[in-house]
């Protein structure tokens, strides 16, 4: 058990750019979600998937937002048109199912200057 | 809907109790709690399922008021290791999983 994997672990782009971050779940685990966090909050949901499928998807998630979860295994997360507010911790977390535990990856921590 | 946690911040000494409320206005099949330290990602606590359990692992437990829509987080004989931020996460029966804004626990030698 490797736990999840995030890459890469900080990114750095000019506002307007896209960025697409990879999460790779522990192998096994159907259920992913991504979420965000800024400074001094909680984790703030994104969606999540039930092996390929995308389940739930945040009302405050913008067009600019899209995941991806093509063979149920590793997942992708886009933002397309990079904003100054997109800057926070982008952290995914996999589970065996939705009553199970969520198991957290080290987040990728994205800053638009 | 965010769940509402309470006390915002606490600061305790080595050995003190502590106790963390996370409430909801919905009705809620499920609650976890997490616990995060600086620069790291959230680390699984314990789940509490609907039906008033009570969990404990060592010195941390918790209880689950389905009634009420309330669980709190018992902490005892606090350890130096024990600081972090302690966040609720609320299922509510699988519409939406949403952390609560977090409280914010120091244990000072």
């Known amino acids: 058990d490797t736990g999840v994997s995030q890459d890469p672990r900080h990114k750095i782009t000019k506002r307007g750019q896209n960025v697409t971050f990879r999460c790779d779940p522990i192998?096994?685990?159907?259920?992913l979600y991504w979420y965000r966090q800024t400074l001094g909050q909680g984790p703030e949901f994104l969606t999540y998937?039930?092996?390929?499928?995308?389940?739930?998807k945040s009302r405050l998630l913008s067009d600019r937002f899209s995941a991806e979860r093509p063979k149920g295994s590793f997942s992708t997360l886009e933002i397309q048109r990079t904003e100054q507010g997109d800057s926070a911790m982008y952290l995914c977390?996999?589970?065996?199912?939705?009553?199970?535990?969520?198991?957290f990856g080290d987040g990728t921590r994205l800053s638009i200057l | 809907q965010q769940p509402v946690q309470s006390p915002q911040a606490v600061i305790l000494r080595e050995g003190e109790d502590a106790v963390i409320n996370c409430s909801s206005s919905?009705?809620?099949?499920?609650v976890h709690w997490y616990r995060q330290k600086h620069g790291e990602a959230p680390v699984f606590l314990m789940i509490?399922?609907?039906?008033?359990e009570q969990k404990g692992h060592e010195k941390i437990s918790a209880s689950f008021n389905e009634k009420k829509q309330q669980s709190s987080l018992y902490l005892t004989a606090s350890q130096l290791s024990y600081s972090g931020t302690y966040f609720c996460g609320t299922d509510d029966y699988g519409q939406n999983f949403v952390f609560g804004p977090g409280t914010r626990l120091s244990v000072l030698p």
């Open positions: 977390a996999s589970s065996p199912d939705g009553q199970q535990p969520q198991h």
């Open positions: 192998s096994e685990h159907n259920r």
């Open positions: 998937f039930q092996n390929e499928a995308q389940l739930e």
């Open positions: 509490l399922l609907k039906g008033g």
């Open positions: 919905k009705a809620l099949y499920s």
